[in-house]
């Protein structure tokens, strides 16, 4: 079975931070015998979230998601 991780997070994109998540999750995702073909990372604008993850959806059977902490909150 094919798998994407997609990573979301501006403090990713603009290199402020490790992407440690992606690592963790494509060995683990591995392990259980999933074969990771895709590792995807965008910042938080939510046009960019919604096209990368509607082709990650239709390229690969299962796609996890990580990040996304940075999106604007509405109070």
Do not use: K, Y
């Amino acid at each position: 079975m094919s798998a994407a991780i997609f990573c979301i997070g501006t403090e990713l994109t603009r290199g402020e931070l490790l992407n440690g998540n992606a690592t963790w999750l494509a060995d683990a995702l591995t392990t259980i015998g999933l074969e990771v073909t895709e590792l995807a990372c965008t910042d938080d604008e939510r046009a960019r979230i919604r096209a990368v993850l509607a082709r990650l959806c239709s390229d690969h059977e299962l796609v996890v998601c990580t990040g996304g902490s940075g999106l604007p909150r509405t109070t």
